[in-house]
């Protein structure tokens, strides 16, 4: 093979290699950090980019895990990446310890949800970023839990979880990371705790169940007094109402047949008028006539006695007549 077709194979080959390393495609929601001459020149973003192979060269980010195993030992995972992930990460702490204000040793794992938001800061400020964050959280929880009681652990999450927000936010701040939100998934007291928290519970609920008896007895007891006294008040107005219907009754009576025995006598005076008869004794005479009938009536064999003075009633009978004989003249 001739020489210049070897130098044009090297060439060819050369310059593939070149396009190869200088041409980089960086995925959307990724970025990559380029230095020259282990100095930071740029930070890549999505799409079709350029550098300069053996000048350029990007920055590997080497992520540390550590988790605990079963017998006690630990699990260390090195993970090295040229690329910086910009999505929202979701991070999953193991179970820890921690240390209640009234002293209860309390298992509680939480998960961190954390955003890379200056690839730059994730890169230069911090070693290993993943690690960082863990640490951090775990010792910001147990501050946040040892100024809280147990109580107040179990019911106050949302208090907790803005806590832990907020002061993580603020620490990873200067390594370009946001916190967005934090979750306490399980508080796990020891086992003699929730016991005894469980027997608290059902006395509460016991002592809770025979205050809401009682307190139901006692309504029942104020709804049917209250029901009572209203029959009796209803009751007393019926009454009250029935008296003052039948007095007035009684009176639209009286009046009307003091109107009848008015108009009676006004008839009377009209028709003996001028007869030269009194009309007093005619009424007089009539209302003995007929006390002496009421007195004399009944099946039973009765003795009247006519006092003295009843003889001038008598005496006025002849007058009547002569009354009627002008009454009967006059029509």
Not at 195 to 215: G, H, L, P, V
């Amino acid at each position: 093979m001739p020489t210049g077709t070897i130098v044009l194979i090297l060439v060819a080959f050369f310059v593939i290699f070149m396009v190869a390393k200088g041409v980089r495609i960086v995925q959307q929601s990724e970025a990559m950090v380029i230095e020259r001459f282990g100095k930071y020149r740029t930070t890549l973003v999505a799409g079709f980019n350029v550098i300069i192979p053996v000048f350029d060269k990007p920055r590997e980010i080497i992520f540390r895990f550590t988790r605990d195993l079963p017998d006690g030992n630990k699990f260390v995972q090195f993970v090295k990446k040229e690329r910086i992930d910009l999505r929202e990460t979701v991070y999953d702490f193991p179970r820890q310890n921690v240390i209640t204000k009234d002293n209860v040793m309390t298992e509680i794992n939480a998960l961190l949800y954390f955003q890379v938001m200056y690839p730059v800061k994730a890169m230069y400020e911090i070693e290993n970023l993943p690690l960082a964050i863990e640490k951090l959280t775990q010792t910001t929880l147990r501050n946040v839990i040892g100024e809280l009681d147990l109580d107040e652990c179990l019911t106050s999450r949302d208090t907790i979880n803005m806590k832990l927000r907020q002061i993580l936010d603020e620490a990873s701040h200067k390594w370009g990371v946001k916190v967005n939100r934090v979750e306490l998934q399980d508080i796990n007291p020891p086992r003699d705790i929730r016991e005894a928290m469980e027997k608290q519970m059902r006395a509460e609920r016991d002592r809770r169940a025979q205050i809401i008896d009682a307190e139901g007895s006692k309504r029942a007891a104020v709804l049917h007094a209250e029901g009572i006294q209203q029959a009796q008040i209803t009751t007393a107005e019926g009454q009250k109402q029935g008296q003052i219907l039948e007095a007035e009754g009684d009176a639209q009576s009286r009046i009307r047949r003091a109107q009848g025995e008015a108009e009676a006598i006004r008839l009377v005076t009209e028709a003996i008028k001028g007869a030269n008869a009194d009309p007093a004794n005619y009424l007089i005479a009539m209302k003995y006539l007929e006390t002496l009938e009421a007195m004399t009536s009944g099946k039973d064999n009765k003795v009247v006695y006519i006092p003295f003075e009843a003889t001038g009633v008598l005496s006025s009978l002849g007058g009547i007549k002569d009354m009627l004989g002008a009454t009967k003249a006059l029509k």
